[in-house]
T-cell receptor, first 113, second 114 residues
């Protein structure tokens, strides 16, 4: 059974650019959550999608957005990148986003110069 | 607002020692608490999930306990090995959660010396 796949694994951008990250959940999982991990703030919840709808959202500016497709794959987008957006972005999937074990991907490491 | 704290932030022990990692949380309105392991630059691996109605869960050399009333959980690692070196994170899933949101502690970085 394939795990959660995130692409790209590493990327470097410059301030002001935008970036799109992709997450393919475990087959059959309909919920995808996104987290940002930084040394200073730790792991923080960005948003969660279930059946193509955003059900939950963390406290991040509107520059951070996401979407989910009919096959449950999800993308997150960050526009007008800032230096502080440098982080490891993790996605996790679960069958329904309820109180289940979340399975995390390996993450996408974003560096903003 | 839920706050999750892990103490100590870092821990170094010789191989073979038994050790305890601590996790405390401020809001007892949780469905469950999960312990994860993270290797440097990698994603998270789920170790144990304790439902709010449970007191403990065991998997191999790992045992996690939960005392919801006092807002505490511990992860006990028996006979530690160098391969246990990693960052250990605890996270709560609140009962008012609309979906997928875990609140994480800052983690305990464990180093097991051969």
């Amino acid at each position: 059974k394939a795990g959660v796949t995130q692409t790209p694994r590493y990327l470097i951008k410059t301030r002001g650019q935008q970036v799109t990250l992709s997450c393919s959940p475990i087959s059959g999982h309909r919920s995808v959550s996104w987290y940002q991990q930084t040394p200073g703030q730790g792991l923080q919840f960005l948003f969660e999608y279930f059946s193509e709808t955003q059900r939950n959202k963390g406290n991040f500016p509107g520059r951070f957005s996401g979407r989910q497709f009919s096959n449950s794959r999800s993308e997150m987008n960050v526009s007008t990148l800032e230096l502080g957006d440098s982080a490891l972005y993790l996605c996790a999937s679960s069958p329904d986003g309820g109180a289940n074990v979340l399975t995390f991907g390996a993450g996408s490491r974003l560096t903003v110069l | 607002k839920q706050e999750v704290t892990q103490i100590p932030a870092a821990l170094s022990v010789p191989e073979g020692e038994n050790l305890v990692l601590n996790c405390s949380f401020t809001d007892s309105a949780i469905y469950n608490l999960q312990w994860f392991r993270q290797d440097p630059g990698k994603g998270l691996t789920s170790l144990l999930l304790i439902q709010s109605s449970q007191r403990e869960q065991t998997s191999g050399r790992l045992n996690a306990s939960l005392d919801k009333s006092s807002g505490r959980s511990t992860l006990y690692i028996a006979a530690s090995q160098p391969g246990d070196s990693a960052t250990y994170l605890c996270a709560t899933y609140g009962i008012y959660n609309q979906g997928g949101k875990l609140i994480f502690g800052q983690g305990t970085e464990l180093s097991v010396k051969p």
